[in-house]
């Protein structure tokens, strides 16, 4: 009688994958999650500051009659955001943590090529783009979308062009 010996090689995850997550686990974690850390820890004591140099920029532009255009609804908008952040710091921190960890946990399973973890990571990150449109508001919200969302749907595409390699 012969024996017959199968032997399993594990499935080798490609370097384009390898670079995604690598990439990703940056911004998730590095970004998406220390940053709201140190913003939570070191608020009390920048936002004085941050505040006196948006509402003076705001001043010497309208001393210098430059109170409509680009550059000044810019300021108005950091202002905004400003204050924003300071009435729901906490809660804006909160989310941002929980969406970070969910996140880094898609991340994680698509580095273990778990197509579970495209799907967690896509809809952690499209709920997480909608965050400050929540607590700062729609309009300037929007504004703080732009890069971040184009990064986001880029990512999620790039993803979803290797589920082929994901089980």
């Given at each position: 009688?012969?024996?017959?010996?199968?032997?399993?090689?594990?499935?080798?995850?490609?370097?384009?994958?390898?670079?995604?997550?690598?990439?990703?686990?940056?911004?998730?974690?590095?970004?998406?999650?220390?940053?709201?850390?140190?913003?939570?820890?070191?608020?009390?004591?920048?936002?004085?500051?941050?505040?006196?140099?948006?509402?003076?920029?705001?001043?010497?532009?309208?001393d210098?009659?430059?109170?409509?255009?680009?550059?000044?609804?810019?300021?108005?908008?950091?202002?905004?955001?400003?204050?924003?952040?300071?009435?729901?710091?906490?809660?804006?921190?909160?989310?941002?943590?929980?969406?970070?960890?969910?996140?880094?946990?898609?991340?994680?399973?698509?580095?273990?090529?778990?197509?579970?973890?495209?799907?967690?990571?896509?809809?952690?990150?499209?709920?997480?783009?909608?965050?400050?449109?929540?607590?700062?508001g729609?309009?300037?919200?929007?504004?703080?979308?732009?890069?971040?969302?184009?990064?986001?749907?880029?990512?999620?595409i790039?993803?979803?062009?290797?589920?082929?390699?994901?089980?």
């Amino acid at each position: 009688m012969e024996d017959i010996t199968q032997i399993v090689v594990p499935k080798k995850r490609p370097t384009f994958i390898t670079v995604l997550c690598i990439l990703s686990l940056i911004g998730s974690g590095g970004f998406g999650l220390l940053q709201p850390l140190y913003q939570y820890v070191t608020f009390d004591k920048t936002y004085p500051d941050k505040l006196a140099q948006i509402e003076e920029g705001l001043e010497r532009m309208e001393d210098a009659g430059m109170d409509s255009g680009f550059l000044y609804e810019t300021a108005q908008n950091g202002l905004l955001i400003l204050e924003k952040t300071a009435e729901n710091l906490g809660p804006m921190t909160a989310t941002n943590i929980l969406f970070a960890l969910l996140s880094l946990l898609g991340i994680f399973l698509m580095f273990k090529l778990k197509k579970n973890g495209f799907y967690l990571y896509s809809a952690v990150n499209l709920f997480w783009m909608l965050v400050p449109l929540y607590f700062i508001g729609m309009e300037v919200g929007m504004m703080t979308l732009g890069i971040g969302g184009f990064i986001t749907i880029l990512f999620i595409i790039l993803y979803a062009v290797n589920l082929k390699h994901m089980e």
